[in-house]
């Protein structure tokens, strides 16, 4: 059974760091591309970073460019997005998602998707 598991979202003030982690079970992840997505309310998903599987080369949306971080951990099959100064327009629900093809900003169809996270950013 395919499960994508998101933990560390929370209330937080502006400028503020945040971790999520996101545990990947069921197929072999090592070669899925992994990703992090965001909605915020009344918006639309939005693609936020990913990572591949085989060389971890990393892209980022430009909303979020030199203050995210996303990495994995083969080993555990678990993806993290760091989140440096936040800003009140990083509030949304992030979602993990997991595709054996490549995730990048123009995807528009993802294998796996978690049930998502509450992150809020107050100013």
């Known amino acids: 059974q395919v499960q994508l598991v998101e933990s560390g979202g929370g209330l937080v003030q502006a400028g503020a760091s945040l971790r999520l982690s996101c545990a990947a079970s069921?197929?072999?992840?090592?070669?899925?591309?992994m990703g992090w997505f965001r909605q915020a309310p009344g918006k639309e998903r939005e693609f936020v970073g990913a990572?591949?599987?085989?060389?971890?080369?990393?892209s980022y949306a430009d909303s979020v460019k030199g203050r995210f971080t996303i990495s994995r951990d083969n080993t555990e099959i678990t993806i993290y997005l760091q989140m440096y100064n936040l800003k009140p327009e990083d509030t949304a629900v992030y979602y993990c998602?997991?595709?054996?093809?490549?995730?990048?900003?123009?995807?528009?169809?993802?294998?796996?998707w978690g049930q998502g996270t509450q992150v809020t950013v107050s100013s």
């Open positions: 069921g197929p072999p992840f090592n070669f899925y591309s």
């Open positions: 990572i591949t599987g085989s060389d971890r080369s990393t």
């Open positions: 998602a997991a595709n054996l093809a490549e995730i990048t900003v123009h995807s528009r169809r993802i294998d796996y």
